[in-house]
C-alpha cells in the first residue's frame, strides 16, 4: 500500500510559475519511478512527465523546455515545476509511482482528486 498525497496547484497568471508536490508512504521501498499527469475537463487524462531511477527523465511535448520533474530520496516527495504557465495547463494534476512493473494508480484506475491548476489568461 501506497499513500501519495499531491500539493501546491492554484490559481496564476499566464506566465507565471507553480511548484507542485507530492509526498509519498507506505511501501516506498519498491517505488522506481514517478509520474505526473493532468486531466482538464471533457479531456483525457494525459502523462506530463516522469522520472525513471531518479535520474532519467521524459516528458511531453507541450511541457518540455517549461515543466521540470524532481525527487527528493530524503523527504520522499516527487516535484514537478512549472514555469511559463499557459491557460491550456488547466488541469487537475495527478502523482504516481511505479512499484516493480506496475503503476500505482495508473493499474487500478483510482486517481485521488489531484492539485487543481488554474491558469489564467
Known amino acids: 500500500q501506497v499513500q501519495l498525497v499531491e500539493s501546491g496547484g492554484g490559481l496564476v497568471q499566464a506566465g507565471g510559475s507553480l511548484r507542485l508536490s507530492c509526498a509519498f508512504s507506505?511501501?516506498?521501498?519498491?517505488?522506481?519511478?514517478m509520474a505526473w499527469h493532468r486531466q482538464a475537463p471533457g479531456k483525457q487524462r494525459e502523462l506530463v512527465a516522469a522520472?525513471?531511477?531518479?535520474?532519467?527523465?521524459n516528458y511531453a511535448d507541450s511541457v518540455k523546455g517549461r515543466f521540470t520533474i524532481s525527487r527528493d530520496r530524503a523527504k520522499n516527495t516527487v516535484y514537478l515545476q512549472m514555469n511559463s504557465l499557459k491557460p491550456e495547463d488547466t488541469a487537475a494534476y495527478y502523482c504516481?509511482?511505479?512499484?516493480?512493473?506496475?503503476?500505482?494508480?495508473?493499474?487500478?484506475?483510482?486517481w485521488g482528486q489531484g492539485t487543481q491548476v488554474t491558469v489564467s489568461s
Open positions: 522520472i525513471l531511477g531518479g535520474t532519467v527523465t
Open positions: 507506505g511501501r516506498i521501498f519498491s517505488i522506481n519511478a
Open positions: 504516481d509511482v511505479r512499484l516493480g512493473s506496475a503503476w500505482y494508480r495508473g493499474d487500478s484506475g483510482s
